[in-house]
C-alpha cells in the first residue's frame, strides 16, 4: 500500500509530467514561431503561446519576424544579469516611494481613513502584524441577487446587538425587574423570529428572563440594587444575538456589476457558512488570516496585492517584480514571515548581518560565546568591513601569471 505522502509525490510528478508534454505539443499556425521553438527550446513556451494568440490573423511572415524580434529583445532587456543585487535594488527601489508616503501624510492631515494608508499601511505589511489598524473583507455572491437581497445577507454578517431591536428600557427598582419593550419592525426586516434572537443571549440573562413575544423581563435578585440592575440591562442589550461577531459594520459597492459586500472586520471561518457567498473569491487585507484560511500561496499574492494596493493609493508606482521578489522572502519557507527581527532577519547566516538590523549588541555576544565563524560572503558585511561587495563586478576576481624572467 502507498503511503499518502507517497502518493502526493507521485500526483506532483504527474502534473509536472503532464506540463512537460502540453509544452512539447504545442504546435502554432504559424511556421515561424514552430521554427523558433525547435531551435531555442530553453525559451519560455507560454510567451510564445501568448503571442499566437493574439496576433492578428493573417499576419505576414514578414511582419510576424519583426514582432518575434521584438518580443525577444524585451525577453533578454528582462532577464537579471548574473549576480546582480537584486535585494539592494528592490530595497531602493520601494524605500524611495516609502520616503514619499512620508512626506505625503504632511498633505493628508486631519484625514481619518489616512491613518490605515500609506506608510503606516506598509509597515503593517511588511511586519505582518497580528492585529491590523483597519481589518476588511471583499465578500462576493454566487449569484446576482437584487439590492435588497444583498441588504438582507449583509445583515446575515454583521454583528447585531439586542440594542438594535429595543424599543424601551425600564428598571424596577422595587421589584427589582428590567423591562426590555422590543420593536418588532427591526425583527421583520432582517427576516428573523425574535424567539430565534433570545435564544443567543447569555445564559446568565435567560435564565432570569422571561420573553412573551414582545417584552424581555430580567429578574435581578433579592439583594440587587440600582447599579447592580444598570449593569443588567447594559450586559444584556450589548448581547450578539444576531450575525457574526468581530464584523462591526457592512456596506455595499458595486464592482463590474457586481454588489460586493465590505466588511470592517473579518471571520473567514464564520463566513463559509453563509450559502450566498461564494468563497472560492473571498478576500481579506490580514495576510496571516489568508494564511491560516488558504494557504501560503493565498498569503502570497495578499503581500503583492497590499503592497500595491498602497503604493497606488498615493499615486505612486513600483515595478511589480521588486513586489514579487519581496512577497518571496516573505513566504519562500512555507509561512509568511515579517521583515522583522523574529521573521527573516532570523534566519541570516552571518553574525555580523544579524547585527546591523537590531540589537547588535545581542547578536555579537551570542556569536562570540559560541565562536559562530563570518565568513564575509553578504553585502552587509563587507560594507561594514570596507571589503569588496560580492556582487556584480566584485565576483570575478583576475589572476596575473608571473613571468619566469
Known amino acids: 500500500m502507498a503511503t499518502k505522502k507517497e502518493k502526493v509525490k507521485k500526483e506532483k510528478k504527474e502534473v509536472i509530467i503532464e506540463n512537460k508534454v502540453e509544452e512539447i505539443v504545442f504546435k502554432s499556425k504559424y511556421k515561424i514561431l514552430n521554427d523558433f521553438m525547435e531551435k531555442n527550446p530553453d525559451f519560455p513556451t507560454y510567451i510564445l503561446i501568448e503571442l499566437d494568440s493574439i496576433l492578428p490573423p493573417k499576419t505576414s511572415d514578414s511582419d510576424l519576424k519583426k514582432i518575434l524580434n521584438n518580443v525577444v529583445e524585451e525577453y533578454e532587456n528582462s532577464l537579471i544579469t548574473p549576480n546582480e543585487a537584486i535585494g539592494v535594488i528592490t530595497a531602493q527601489s520601494v524605500g524611495e516611494p516609502s520616503t514619499q508616503m512620508t512626506l505625503n501624510t504632511f498633505h493628508f492631515a486631519g484625514v481619518a481613513t489616512q491613518s490605515v494608508e500609506g506608510l503606516p499601511r506598509l509597515i503593517e505589511i511588511l511586519d505582518i502584524k497580528k492585529t491590523l489598524e483597519m481589518p ?24 447585531t446587538k ?3 431591536f429595543v424599543k424601551k428600557v425600564d428598571i424596577d427598582v422595587e421589584e427589582k425587574k428590567v423591562v426590555i419593550d422590543l420593536d418588532l419592525k427591526e425583527f421583520k426586516k432582517v427576516g428573523v423570529d425574535p424567539e430565534a434572537l433570545i435564544g443567543n443571549l447569555d ?3 435567560r435564565k432570569s428572563s422571561e420573553f412573551d413575544g414582545k417584552t424581555i423581563v430580567i429578574t435581578g435578585g433579592s439583594n440587587d440594587g440600582l447599579k447592580d440592575l444598570m449593569g443588567m440591562k447594559e450586559f444584556a442589550l450589548s448581547s450578539i444575538v444576531f450575525g457574526i461577531k468581530g464584523i462591526r459594520d457592512v456596506s455595499l459597492i458595486k464592482e463590474n456589476d457586481e454588489f460586493v459586500i465590505v466588511t470592517k472586520g473579518i471571520a473567514l471561518k464564520q463566513i463559509a457558512n453563509i450559502s450566498e457567498i461564494d468563497i472560492s473569491r473571498v478576500y481579506c487585507n490580514d495576510i496571516t488570516e489568508m494564511y491560516n484560511s488558504y494557504g501560503v ?14 503604493v497606488k493609493s498615493q499615486g505612486l508606482s513600483i515595478n511589480e517584480r521588486h513586489v514579487l521578489l519581496i512577497a518571496d522572502v516573505m513566504t519562500y519557507t512555507g509561512e509568511p514571515r515579517g521583515m522583522t ?9 552571518n553574525v555580523l548581518t544579524r547585527a546591523s538590523f537590531e540589537t547588535p549588541l545581542k547578536h555579537i555576544s551570542g556569536g562570540a560565546l559560541i565562536n559562530e565563524e563570518n565568513v564575509l560572503t553578504s553585502i552587509t558585511e563587507n560594507v561594514m568591513t570596507n571589503q569588496m561587495v560580492y556582487v556584480g563586478t566584485g565576483v570575478p576576481k583576475v589572476s596575473v601569471k608571473k613571468s619566469e624572467n
Do not use: H, N, P
Open 136 to 159: 476588511m473583507m471583499k465578500l462576493y455572491l454566487k449569484e446576482q441577487l437584487s439590492e435588497d437581497k444583498v441588504k438582507l445577507v449583509s445583515s446575515k454578517i454583521r454583528e
Open 341 to 349: 527581527r523574529y521573521g527573516i532577519v532570523a534566519d541570516k547566516l
Open 162 to 164: 439586542l440594542f438594535d
Open 297 to 310: 500561496e493565498a498569503a502570497r499574492q495578499t503581500v503583492i496585492r497590499e503592497i500595491m494596493e498602497v
Open 203 to 205: 445564559k446568565k440573562i
